[in-house]
């Protein structure tokens, strides 16, 4: 895994835990009617808010994982498919698929 992907997971990871920590305390705050209080007083509220918000960036972090992983496997299954092993030019299949598309591009020509 590359270095600068794994910096800008741990970016959008810190961005929402401090979304819904920030968030949920703001909402308590507004719920509880205090004026231009940020955080809460209340502890068991600031855990709570620091556990969820700590939940969701897992959840986010293993979320673009998987999709890190879905694109390298399909990059890996074309490159089996379409790519000598050898040489890293197209094999026969990739010249079948590339022929017929020319061919049904230029029909009538």
């Known amino acids: 895994m590359k270095k600068r992907s794994l910096f800008l997971k741990g970016l959008v990871a810190l961005a929402v835990w401090i979304v819904f920590f920030f968030g949920a305390n703001f909402i308590v705050c507004i719920i509880e009617g205090k004026e231009r209080v940020f955080i809460n007083e209340n502890l068991s509220v600031n855990i709570l808010s620091f556990f969820l918000g700590f939940f969701i960036s897992v959840i986010v972090i293993l979320f673009m994982n998987l999709i890190a992983i879905k694109r390298s496997d399909k990059k890996h299954i074309y490159e089996m498919a379409y790519i000598d092993k050898?040489?890293?030019?197209?094999?026969?299949?990739?010249?079948?698929?590339?022929?017929?598309?020319?061919?049904?591009?230029?029909?009538?020509?």
Do not use: H
Request: net charge positive; no cysteine.
């Open 86 to 109: 050898v040489t890293g030019l197209g094999n026969k299949n990739k010249f079948i698929l590339e022929t017929a598309g020319v061919l049904t591009k230029n029909k009538g020509k």
